[in-house]
């Protein structure tokens, strides 16, 4: 069946969801320059991220591990396990391949730069 990509638009850029079946997700996460996800965590769902263009920083803390910090750059991947606090920044304006289980609605905002907070 064919269709479209949805286009979200979000304070940090915009997401296209071009896949959504019970059994997982795609989508393209655009993150302009200076911009940055919620530092963020799932209680169930998981991703694997792959950068297509542009430059980002990751935060980084695995659940009971120490918050830390990457640069990654087009070709990487990043492999996010539930209840994994991630953030991401872009250096440059930046695109991401994002493959997921299918539980959108599961996220736990602990700090956004546009008051999001909470859950999802």
Known sequence: MLSAP???????????????????????LHVSKGEALSLQYHEKKEETQYV??????????????????FELGPGQILH???RT????????????LEVSTP???????????YGRTGSR
């Open 85 to 96: 606090r991630h953030r991401l920044t872009a250096i440059e304006d930046t695109d991401v």
């Open 6 to 28: 949805k286009k979200t638009g979000k304070p940090w850029g915009y997401e296209l969801l071009w896949a959504h079946t019970d059994r997982y997700v795609g989508k393209i």
């Open 52 to 69: 297509l263009t542009g430059r980002l920083r990751i935060d980084l803390q695995p659940e009971g591990g120490t918050l830390e910090t």
């Open 103 to 113: 539980e959108l609605d599961d996220v736990v905002r602990l700090e956004d730069r």
């Open 80 to 82: 996010l396990k539930p």
